[in-house]
Each structure stands twice: as C-alpha cells, then as structure tokens.
C-alpha cells in the first residue's frame, strides 16, 4: 500500500476524500476490513466537519455552471461515466465482492452492468423529459424542473455502488451537484467512481465523496444549511436523525429505509414457482432491504410447501462469495452477525421452531434459516433483521393473509404467488407496499417509481419521480402583451 492507495484484487483504490476534483487526506483513518476473511482493505479518511464544510462548499462552487450544462452536454458526460463504468466492470465487482461480500457472479453479471445502466437511463430520461404548458384564459402555464443544488446522497452497504449511482444519477443528470458519503463498511466503490467520473470529464466539484462514520461526517452534511436535497438508503433509526436534522433547514428528504416484507402464498400458487421465490430471500445472505421475509401460506398447501422449501433451501452452497458455485456469503460485520443471532435466539427463547437452520457458522456466515410457531406480535415478525432468517406463517382464507401482510409498521413491497389473477388484483389492492409483486421478485423497470410506505420510507424515486425530487418544479406563468389580469 503507497500511502494513500491500497491495492485490492489488484485494483488500485484511493482512500481519500474526492473534493472538489482533488483527493484529500483526513489526520485520522478508519480500516475497512473484507468480511470475507477479515483480512484489512485499506487504512480509509475518517471524514470530519471539516470535510463536510468542505465538500458542500466544492458542490456550491460547480453548481452555476453545471446547472447551467446544457441538457445534451450533461447526457453526454453521464454517458461517458457508464462507459467507465461497463470498461471497468471486472475492477468494481472484485473489489465491490471483497468489501461487502456480496456474490462476486452477481457483482459482475447483474450489479455492475446495472449501475452503467443508471446513468444511461437518466441521462436518456432527462433527454426526454418534457416541459408541460398548460394554457387558461389567456396566460400560459410553463412548468420546468430547475436544479435544485448540492445534494447529499448517503448510502448504506448492502449494495453499495447500486444504491449510490441510483441516487447519483439522477441527480447529477437534473443538473445538481453532489456530495455522497457511502457506508463505513464498504467505502472503496465509491472513491472508483470518483475516478471513472473524472476521467469521463465530470468537471471538479460536480461529484464529491466523503468517507467516514454518520456521526462524524454524515450528521454535519444533513445538517448543513447550502444543502438543497438529502437521499438517504439506510435504517429507520438514521432516517430519524436525519429526518431531525433536515428540519432546521426545511431540506427536502427522500428516504429508502428498512422493511419486513411479505410472501403471500395461495393454494392456487405454482409451489414450485413460491419455493423459487421464497428460497431467493436467502440472496445476499439476506440483506436485502426489500427481501420478504415472513413467508405467508394457505393452510391447505403449508405442509406441502415447507417440505418442498426444505429440500431446495437444503441445496444452498454457503461460502467464498468469489466462488462461482457459492450461493450465500457472509454477513457483513461482527456485529451484524450478533444482532442476526440475537434475533434468532430469543424467537427460539420464546418458543419459535427452526425448520431449518438457526444457528451462526465459522466466520461471518449464518446459517440459512426458517422459523415457525412464530407470533404475529413477536420480535423476530416485526423488526427486520437483515440476515438469512425467514419465518413462515399460515393463514386460512385470504382475509387474515391480508391482515397479517399488513400487520406491521413497515411498507416497503410484498410478493403474492397465486394462480388467480382475480385474487392478485383483489390483494394487491389492499397490500401496504411501494412495490407489490405478483407471481414474481426484485424486477423493475426504471421507469417506474420505487419507495416505501410507512416507516419503510417517504417519498419515490425512479423516472420522473427523481426529477420531481432532484428538481425544484416551477411555473412560469405568461400573459402576452397588453393582457390584463382580471383574477
Ligand atoms: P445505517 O442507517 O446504519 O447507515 C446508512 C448510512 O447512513 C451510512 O452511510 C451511515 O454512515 C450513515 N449515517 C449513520 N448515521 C448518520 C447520521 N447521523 N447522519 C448522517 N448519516 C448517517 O444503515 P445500514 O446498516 O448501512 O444499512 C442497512 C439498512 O438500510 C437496512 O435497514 C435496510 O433495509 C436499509 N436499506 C434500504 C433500502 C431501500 O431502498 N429501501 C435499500 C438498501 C438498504
């Protein structure tokens, strides 16, 4: 390691601060460790105050003239960032794999093509986004979306570059500049965008990254007055600090938090189709805002159901997340391992059965489980958990699945397998979630909105849901000459 660059899977990463088109060194580190092996990434600035001042005043800087970028110059450049990103895809999986430990297959095949994909999408977007003009009695209504200003963008690490080039993105291509701060447990993606995006001519200022603890580097950025937007991905108890935060300047919040969502399964569902899609929330050794969690099944096939889960959930391969045939990793952190056992122990305390699983492994690794005679009002059915723990429940009729669905305090999606279309529209109705599924998992057009409902987040983004956010929409509204206002 020279100095300032650690070298991971062979691929040289900055670990300092990107401010203002320059690296810059915090006094103090913090050490960025593989959860892989435990093996230590890179000694990492711990941002401070002073970074944050920084960084927000490098973003006011570039803000006149990047909001000033015409629209098809501000395309061009995110384009240019996405094709840094597709040449470098192999670099950012690798390292993306030994920092989070997430599948280093899925890295490469799905994450990575999809963070391009980001930037292409809005760059296209903003391309096709269209002035509405309204016309009344005589005057004419032009509505615009106007840059808003520095944006804080805070991510947290289960999908780290994912999440953060889904907020970054959109706010660079509405004509915003941008200070993110990605999660202390997984830093490294985020300084190899800062080097694609210069190298694709984003000018000094546009995009700045600051690395370190919330407390110490988040909480003086959220808080900071010259900050126009605040996206936050993370936990709901963050969001309230930021949320408290933000008020002091009225800073307008977009929040993709936590959830605890539902697989509602049917007696008319295709059970291979609901053993697929229930196994599959094992994906990332379950840290998955949007895994569903609580199992739900009619009665009648429940048993049926359990054994054929059984049996495919049996097959996993838990193990080195850069191993092709690996299906599980580990989870992130020590402590993220203690909260998930911890969870588990005190559902089995209080009279949950495991069907399977229920106990840690060597290393980081859990052990893929499934917990039933569980209570609706328990713990381990309300809180999220963020591991591979699964609890199943069984409902009789398509009332009480709608119920328990719903019962708790978070709304971020909901899956429902069933063979009637009828039922799938009737349920779908009801169901609290930003995303509801049907007959299928984790697919979305860009398109279309994405958030939480509840306390699993305000607000959407997604389309023109990121430049309603990133934007501040304003109508002009014109008389021609001459022209009276009668009121
Ligand atoms: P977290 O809330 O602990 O941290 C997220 C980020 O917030 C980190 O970058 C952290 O440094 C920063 N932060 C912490 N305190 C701060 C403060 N006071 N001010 C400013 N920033 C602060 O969350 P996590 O453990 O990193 O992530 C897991 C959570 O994220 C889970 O609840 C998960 O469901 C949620 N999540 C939600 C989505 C979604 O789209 N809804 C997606 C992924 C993850």
């Known amino acids: 390691m020279t100095e300032h660059i650690t070298t991971v899977a062979g691929v040289a990463v900055d670990t300092r601060h990107w401010i203002g088109g320059e690296r810059v060194a915090s006094v103090e580190t913090f050490t960025d460790v593989s959860p892989i092996d435990g093996s ?39 384009h240019a960032i996405a094709d840094g990103v597709d040449k470098r895809i192999e670099d950012l999986a690798n390292v993306e794999t030994l920092d989070n430990g997430a599948l280093l297959r899925s890295h490469r095949c799905g994450v990575m093509p999809r963070v391009a994909h980001n930037f292409r999408f809005f760059a296209d977007w903003l391309l096709k986004l269209e002035h509405q003009d309204f016309a009344t009695r005589g005057h004419t209504n032009h509505v615009s979306w106007d840059p808003a200003g520095p944006c804080v963008l805070i ?47 984003l000018p000094a200022g546009v995009l700045n990254v600051v ?30 600090h930021i949320a408290r935060a933000a008020a002091a ?46 199992i739900l099944v009619e009665e009648t096939v429940s048993d049926e159901f359990t054994r054929r889960f059984v049996e495919k959930a049996s097959r996993l391969r838990q193990g080195d997340p850069r191993d092709e045939a690996t299906d599980l990793g580990p989870n992130i952190h020590p402590r993220q391992l203690e909260k998930i056992d911890g969870f588990v122990r005190r559902a089995l305390g209080d009279g949950a059965r495991a069907v399977i699983g229920g106990k840690r492994m060597d290393g980081l690794y ?34 009480e699945a709608v119920r328990l669905a719903n019962d708790t305090r978070f709304g971020l999606a909901a899956t429902l397998v069933t063979g009637d279309h009828e039922r799938a529209e009737r349920v779908t109705a009801r169901l609290v979630a930003g995303t509801a599924w049907v007959n299928c998992f984790f697919v979305r057009d860009l398109r279309a909105p994405f958030g939480g409902s509840r306390h699993s987040g305000v607000g959407r983004e997604g389309g023109t849901w990121s430049f309603d956010f990133y934007c501040d929409v304003k109508n002009t509204v014109t008389a021609p000459n001459g022209w009276h206002n009668h009121g």
């Not at 200070?179 to 202390?184: C, H, Q, T």
């Not at 988040?218 to 936990?235: A, E, K, M, Q």
Request: net charge negative; glycine share 6%.
């Open 211 to 240: 690395q370190g603890y919330g407390a110490e580097v988040g909480n003086p950025l959220v808080s900071h007055p010259d900050v126009r937007r605040i996206s936050f991905t993370g936990s709901v108890p963050t969001a309230r």
């Open 249 to 294: 300047n009225l800073t307008p919040l977009s929040l993709e938090l936590g959830g605890k969502s539902p697989l509602l399964v049917f007696a008319d569902a295709d059970l291979d189709l609901a053993v697929d899609l229930a196994v599959e929330q094992y994906d990332n050794a379950g840290q998955v805002c949007l895994a569903a969690t609580r």
């Open 40 to 78: 230590t990434l890179g000694e990492i600035s711990r941002g401070t105050a002073t970074e944050a001042e920084a960084a927000v005043a490098a973003a006011r800087a570039a803000f006149p003239a990047w909001a000033a970028t015409p629209r098809a110059e501000r395309a061009r450049i995110l």
């Open 155 to 201: 991510t947290p690490w289960n999908a780290p570059l994912m999440l953060a080039t889904w907020k970054v993105a959109p706010a660079l291509a509405a004509g915003n500049t941008v200070i993110l701060k990605p999660a202390e447990w997984s830093p490294l993606t985020a300084s190899l965008l800062a080097d694609i995006a210069a190298e694709a001519g």
């Open 366 to 399: 859990y052990e893929p489980t499934l917990l039933t005679d569980v209570a609706q009002d328990s713990e381990i059915v309300q809180e999220e958990i963020f591991g591979p723990v699964l609890t199943l429940q069984i409902f009789g009729d398509e009332e």
